[in-house]
């Protein structure tokens, strides 16, 4: 497992942008897919973004694709998910998640092994 560590929420109006990074540890990392999920107040935590091991990237959520942008550079074992054009139903904690690459193939909050604690983002109206 590696040990994951997310940065970069905060508030921001609607209409802006963060980007999230996800800081990871372990000499591993770079044979891990790593998803980002999110959970609002009241709700289940939903899948955002993942990509793969291998550098593939998977389908977005419907709700964030073409305004979200995840990438990866794995001589920084970092993950980052670039926001844009941010709404307040983006409003909720985002969790980076990662999971052995080249195995299950399914991207469910389930699926992964390794978690970071979170970190808020806010979007006013």
């Known amino acids: 497992q590696v040990q994951l560590a997310e940065s970069g929420g905060g508030l921001v109006q609607a209409g802006g942008s963060l980007r999230l990074s996800c800081a990871a540890s372990g000499r591993t990392f770079s044979m891990n897919d790593v998803g980002w999920f999110r959970q609002a107040p009241g709700k289940e935590r939903e899948f955002v973004a993942a990509v793969r091991w291998n550098g593939g990237v998977a389908p977005y959520a419907d709700s964030v694709k073409g305004r979200f942008t995840i990438s990866r550079d794995n001589a920084k074992n970092a993950v980052y998910l670039q926001m844009n054009s941010l709404k307040p139903e983006d409003t909720a904690v985002y969790y980076c998640?990662?999971?052995?690459?080249?195995?299950?193939?399914?991207?469910?909050?389930?699926?992964?092994?390794?978690w970071g604690q979170g970190t808020q983002v806010t979007v006013s109206s």
């Open positions: 998640a990662a999971k052995r690459g080249g195995r299950r193939a399914s991207l469910g909050p389930g699926d992964f092994d390794s």
